[in-house]
């Protein structure tokens, strides 16, 4: 018997984190699955999430986990009501993968080896027999009078009752996730919202100063974004708070977009780092209404006055010292003559030759050193795709469509997207949970396309 002529009742589109729990809860709960994925492997992008170590989800509670994705996570409440953090610890246990907590409530396999995850997933399917072909595109999902049929794909047709789309984003093409179930979603009809990078670095207009900062790392600085150019930035809007998506002040104070306190980084582009990334996508949504420039704040523990008083205790105690050393206790090394080029004045000026005029200069600089934002990096160096299938046409109970009958979704295929710590892999999860048990529930309620028992290969 050759591979069209396998019996399936539920086909996975993708096997990702949220293909491989649909198809391994569909098998669980009595369906006959087949999981179609079109690279060599499964599970790719999980194997690269949390710089390998796969920060799995967070202990945070359901409200407060809701709130990380912004007005759609509303949506999200039924799947964690059905399956959340304490379920997935204990599934992954029960598959020889203990956890651990770390900083922020993150939860990470004890083993820092995102690997064993996928693994745990693979014994998982195994158990309940999911069929699995790797190196197989799905190019169609199959529908005939308003259901669900099978999926077409480049090396056939594959009849079932019921299919999940769970093809992940756009977002790192060569793990699979190159934005095909948008395309597929969209022939049956569905809405695709605006499709943008997320959780991704921005590039900056000043160039040249970026690359003479490359590879400076900052910690414990304020990045405010501003809804205006550089030179327009009025410093006393600056936040001494943070605010955004997932904080206590969701909607800061015009022309404040978002403002941030943490680590980040200077590229040869223009900026990267934590606070860079949580930020991004906010950014990314303010460039389509006019300018969107940054200011970084170097000394955020120190007020304005208090920093004034530091520099002029500096320049009294180091008087006959050179402007450029004085900097090099202020200021990481790579950054001490970007920073004298900025203030324009000389680098071997003796500190007690400093004036009142060349001080306020300084402090300006500390205080709010800007960049013009020109553009993020390309949706394939973005962690995270914004946009995506419509929430309006899914149904939060289920994961199914509204559109098409037999038809799930789950995963970042679907209008979702959060803020690193976990919040993206816990919805796909809890996602994949969902779809593949009412999936299963669905064709077990219709008549089956075939009668014949499944043909397991193994690829």
């Keep these: 018997m050759n591979d069209m002529q396998h019996t399936s009742n539920v086909i996975i589109v993708g096997g990702g984190a949220g293909g491989m729990m649909a198809a391994g809860r569909a098998a669980e709960t009595g369906a006959r699955v087949l999981l179609l994925e079109k690279t060599r492997r499964l599970g790719q992008k999980i194997l690269i999430s949390g710089k390998t170590r796969c920060n799995l989800s967070n202990t945070r509670d359901l ?16 799947a964690f009501h059905h399956f959340f953090q304490e379920d997935l610890v204990a599934f992954l246990r029960r598959y020889g993968v203990e ?21 745990a997933f693979g014994k998982y399917m195994k158990e309940h027999g999911v069929r699995i072909l790797t190196r197989s595109r799905v190019t169609e999902i199959v529908v005939e009078k308003g259901r669900v049929t099978g999926v077409r794909t480049e090396n056939g047709h594959y ?49 040249s ?88 704040d170097l000394k955020p523990a120190l007020g304005r006055n208090q920093l004034r008083e530091r520099l002029q205790r500096d320049f009294d105690r180091f008087s006959r010292k050179k402007y450029r050393s004085i900097l090099r206790g202020l200021l990481p090394a790579r950054m001490v003559d970007p920073f004298i080029a900025l203030t324009g004045i000389p680098p071997d000026k003796p500190g007690n030759q400093i004036n009142a005029g060349e001080r306020e200069n300084i402090l300006d600089h500390l205080k709010s050193l800007r960049f013009n934002i020109k ?20 149904d939060p109970h289920s994961m199914a469509s509204r559109l098409v009958r037999g038809l799930y979704f789950c995963g970042e ?37 075939l009668n014949s028992n499944p043909v397991i290969r193994k690829t």
Excluded: W
């Excluded at 956890?99 to 080896?113: A, H, Y």
């Excluded at 809007?237 to 980040?264: N, Q």
């Excluded at 999860?429 to 999936?439: D, I, M």
């Design 375 to 394: 553009k993020p990096l390309p949706m394939s160096s973005a962690i995270v795709t914004a946009g995506g299938i419509s929430l309006k046409e899914i």
């Design 209 to 296: 100063r970026a690359k003479s900062m490359q590879g400076v790392s900052l910690r414990n600085v304020r990045l405010t974004a501003f809804q205006c150019r550089a030179e327009e930035i009025d410093q006393s809007f600056t936040p001494d708070h943070d605010t955004g998506r997932g904080t206590g002040d969701k909607h800061p104070r015009r022309p404040v977009i978002e403002s941030r306190m943490g680590e980040m980084m200077i590229t040869h582009f223009g900026i990267g780092g934590p606070i860079t990334l949580l930020m991004s996508l906010a950014v990314v949504d303010a460039l389509v209404h006019g300018p969107v420039s940054v200011s970084i």
């Design 413 to 449: 295929v679907m209008d979702i997207d959060a803020d690193t710590g976990g919040y993206n892999l816990q919805a796909a999860f809890s996602t994949g949970y969902v779809a593949g048990e009412h999936a299963a529930a669905c064709v077990r309620m219709s008549q089956p396309i």
């Design 159 to 207: 009849p079932a009752g019921a299919v999940i789309l769970a093809t992940g984003g756009a977002t790192y093409p060569a793990t699979g996730s190159s934005g095909d179930g948008y395309a597929m979603a969209a022939a049956l009809g569905h809405t695709i919202t605006g499709l943008r990078p997320a959780l991704v670095p921005l590039v900056v207009a000043e160039i």
């Design 63 to 78: 409200n407060d986990f809701i709130f990380m994705y912004g007005p759609n996570g509303r949506f999200l409440y039924r």
């Design 99 to 119: 956890t651990k907590i770390e900083r922020g409530g993150r939860i990470f396999p004890v083993s820092d080896n995102a690997g064993d995850v996928v693994a």
